[in-house]
């Protein structure tokens, strides 16, 4: 399921791939992570749609069908419901962590650091 969470999945395709029935795989999967497969899909891909929102170079669109939702309505409320905000908002707080702004950093520390011949040797 983590190689292919983009991939149209379900519980009859995922069970046979394990060799079980789709009930008792079931009951062998919510045993051992403590959520159902579809559950766990869904947060494996809203996992990685925080990661490509963050990156900030697909749309939420691009990012809705490359994680394997095939609803933009659905991937949008699925994830306010798991993250706390829409996939814009997410996107603009995640841009808006990235930026260091300049007045933080020491001009003193850019000149000493900033640059690789700038360097104090090693003692």
């Keep these: ?8 999945l379900d519980l009859d395709r995922i069970a046979a791939e394990a060799c079980l029935s789709p009930y008792h795989f079931l009951r062998l999967f919510k045993q051992a992570f403590n959520r159902t497969p579809h559950r766990y899909l869904t947060e494996r891909r809203i996992r990685r749609a925080k ?3 963050a990156n ?4 939420v669109t691009e990012v809705c069908f490359e994680v394997g939702f095939e609803s933009l309505g659905s991937f949008s409320s ?3 419901k798991h993250a706390g905000r829409s996939p814009v908002d997410y ?3 995640a841009v808006e962590r990235k930026r260091v702004p300049q007045k933080q950093v020491p001009s003193c520390f850019i000149t000493m ?7 104090p040797p090693r003692v």
């Design 56 to 59: 900030g170079s697909l749309t």
């Design 78 to 80: 699925l994830f306010r």
């Design 91 to 93: 996107r603009t707080a």
């Design 1 to 8: 399921m983590d190689r292919n969470y983009a991939a149209p």
């Design 113 to 119: 650091w900033g640059m690789p011949d700038a360097r």
């Design 51 to 53: 990661e490509l929102l």
